[in-house]
């Protein structure tokens, strides 16, 4: 099966737990990947055979911009709305990381990776 990874979409979000999380807000990265079949957009050249990846984009913004407690939740919205938008998709995954994230440590990141498909 043939794949189109978009990486490093990066998004200010309010996500979490914590009413200053909601206040505050932070850093966000996400990186997509769907599989589907490029044999046909390959033989056409037609943006309507293939994996928009504009689409992708639209959808994790339009999710990320909602606020939810868990990143999990999130993720899981933007694989519903991408599922939804593109019928040529057969599998969804993506990988949603909250940079510096407010705990008792220096920690890069914490991320969930999350995955459906038809």
Same mark, same amino acid.
């Given at each position: 099966?043939?794949?189109?990874?978009?990486? !490093? #979409?990066?998004?200010?979000?309010?996500? !979490?737990? =914590?009413d %200053? %999380? !909601?206040?505050i807000?932070?850093? /966000?990265?996400?990186?997509?990947?769907?599989?589907? &079949? =490029?044999?046909?957009? $390959?033989?056409?050249? @037609?943006?309507?055979?293939?994996?928009? /990846?504009?689409? #992708?984009? *639209?959808?994790?913004?339009?999710?990320?911009?909602?606020?939810?407690?868990?990143? @999990?939740?999130? $993720?899981? *919205?933007?694989? &519903?709305?991408?599922?939804?938008?593109?019928?040529?998709?057969?599998? $969804? %995954?993506?990988?949603?990381?909250?940079?510096?994230?407010?705990?008792? !440590? &220096?920690? %890069?990141?914490?991320?969930?990776?999350? $995955?459906?498909?038809?």
């Amino acid at each position: 099966m043939d794949r189109i990874e978009v990486e !490093g #979409i990066k998004l200010f979000g309010y996500h !979490g737990c =914590l009413d %200053e %999380e !909601g206040k505050i807000g932070t850093d /966000y990265r996400v990186n997509v990947t769907v599989w589907g &079949d =490029l044999h046909r957009p $390959a033989q056409t050249d @037609e943006l309507k055979d293939t994996l928009d /990846y504009v689409i #992708i984009n *639209r959808v994790v913004k339009q999710e990320m911009a909602v606020r939810s407690k868990l990143i @999990e939740h999130v $993720a899981q *919205r933007i694989l &519903d709305g991408l599922m939804a938008e593109m019928p040529l998709v057969q599998k $969804a %995954e993506i990988k949603l990381s909250k940079l510096q994230p407010p705990i008792n !440590g &220096d920690v %890069e990141s914490v991320s969930v990776v999350m $995955a459906t498909s038809r």
